[in-house]
């Protein structure tokens, strides 16, 4: 059974930094892409960042490029997601997922950037 885990998230103020996991488990994690997701307060939840299954390729939205960084570790199942110059906009509950995404969601970690 699939299983995303979301951990790292914080209240930090603008201009900080944090670094977000999610441990995957239920498939072969090696095999597959994975996505970053956030979903703020009354909004649809949103594609942040992409990786493919060996960590060759990384794409992002255009909001969070330059700021964000995905990365992950085959040997861990586990995907990362490190997010500097934070922004108040940046506020949102963050998902990981697969690119298309599967009615299953973890429980996300809270990330909050204010003053």
């Known amino acids: 059974q699939v299983q995303f885990v979301e951990s790292g998230g914080d209240l930090v103020q603008p201009g900080g930094s944090l670094r977000l996991s999610c441990a995957a488990s239920?498939?072969?994690?090696?095999?597959?892409?994975m996505s970053w997701y956030r979903q703020a307060p009354g909004k649809e939840r949103d594609l942040v960042a992409s990786?493919?299954?060996?960590?060759?390729?990384?794409t992002y939205v255009s909001s969070v490029k330059g700021r964000f960084t995905i990365s992950r570790d085959n040997s861990k199942a586990t995907v990362y997601l490190q997010m500097n110059s934070l922004k108040p906009e940046d506020t949102a509950v963050y998902y990981c997922?697969?690119?298309?995404?599967?009615?299953?969601w973890g429980q996300g970690t809270q990330v909050t950037v204010s003053s």
């Open positions: 990786i493919t299954s060996g960590g060759g390729t990384t």
């Open positions: 239920g498939f072969p994690f090696s095999l597959y892409a």
């Open positions: 997922n697969y690119p298309t995404p599967l009615n299953y």
